[in-house]
């Protein structure tokens, strides 16, 4: 397949760009920048090509979601492939009173839980409002894991919750056509693994659990994929920064800072890089595409900058005798399938 040459989403008839855009940066996630900035960001990923854009009410709790609608408002809405997520409902708040967490300047909006089939329902008509859209291409049930939800009791309370009535509306919206593909957006496997079981999806968009730093999902989730027609889509493929900025002092690894463990795996991994004159980001980004049931990667940007490298790396010629330096290190799985 050629690199640029888009990918089908499951069966449900949609098709993608292998590189995409994620928008969590545009929710102002970890240091703030101007609209100015964001929408720069936007266009040149559209210019470049990059035309699958994945948001969510979460990131900035509406401010991405402003953003990324702002930047393509009068492109043609047929030229991309636009992704959101419901589960979470914003609801106006005095701003003096809200923590973002990651995201450093929000929206005075609260985001509270809320996976029923109204609350689903809602969800995707505020995002249609906020995107300036009439319908969107992926819609994906946001964070139904154990890291966001702290436990696995919670985490099965959430699941029942949804399959109980938020994938109703699902159902409903796809067969109406005003969206293409359904799914769920998480960072773990076994998430992943029960909705696979549970339902009839589209697609998975996974964050971080199938990189070149981490292949376990070949263990259940990918097979259980290939059976069912699932695709994935691979948000995170740096691992939340390391697998970019490599094995420096206080590089970050899922959110927070990578521990030695870490640290010395993606160390060893960038010897084999520089013994072959690869790039370790180029070698993150394109690794997962090599896996048939993964449809796109989708890093993150927050300026043109980072999408025209995001884009230069996609582009990077990789010799095939890397990956199989990395096996022969034991730094790749044996079975994990590499792009050609």
Known sequence: MERDARRAVGRSGLEVPPLGFGCAPLGN??????????????????????????????????????????????????????????????????PAG????????ILPFEGVYDYSYDGVMRSFEDSLQRLGTWRVDILLIHDVDVWTHGSEEARQQRF???????????????????????????????????FARAGDFDCFLLAGRYTL????????????????????????????????????????????????????????????????GVPLAAAALQFPLGHPQVAAVVPGARSPEEVRRNRELFATPIPAAFWQGLRERGLLREDAPVPT
Not at 35 to 51: I, K, M
Not at 98 to 105: A, D, S
């Open 213 to 276: 730093l981490e292949q376990g999902a070949l263990d259940s989730l990918l097979p259980l994929c290939a059976e069912k027609g699932i695709s994935l889509l691979i948000g995170g493929p740096y691992n939340t920064g390391i697998l970019a900025t490599g094995a420096r002092p206080g590089a970050f690894y899922n959110y927070a800072p990578a521990p030695p463990a870490i640290l010395d795996r993606v160390a060893r991994i960038e010897e084999v890089c520089a013994e072959f």
């Open 98 to 105: 809200l923590e973002g967490g990651l995201f450093k300047r």
């Open 160 to 194: 029942r919750e949804v399959m109980e009535g938020g994938y109703r509306a699902l159902l409903e919206l796809r067969e109406t056509g005003v969206i293409g593909a359904i799914g769920a957006g998480i960072n773990e496997v076994a998430a992943c693994e029960a």
């Open 29 to 94: 996630m970890y240091a703030a920048f101007s609209d100015e900035q964001a929408r720069a960001t936007v266009e040149t990923a559209y210019e470049l090509g990059l035309r699958l854009f994945d948001t969510a009410p979460l990131y900035g709790h509406g401010l991405a979601e402003h953003r990324l609608g702002e930047a393509l408002r009068w492109r043609p809405r047929e030229s991309y492939v636009l992704s959101t997520k419901v589960g979470r409902l914003l609801r106006p708040r005095d």
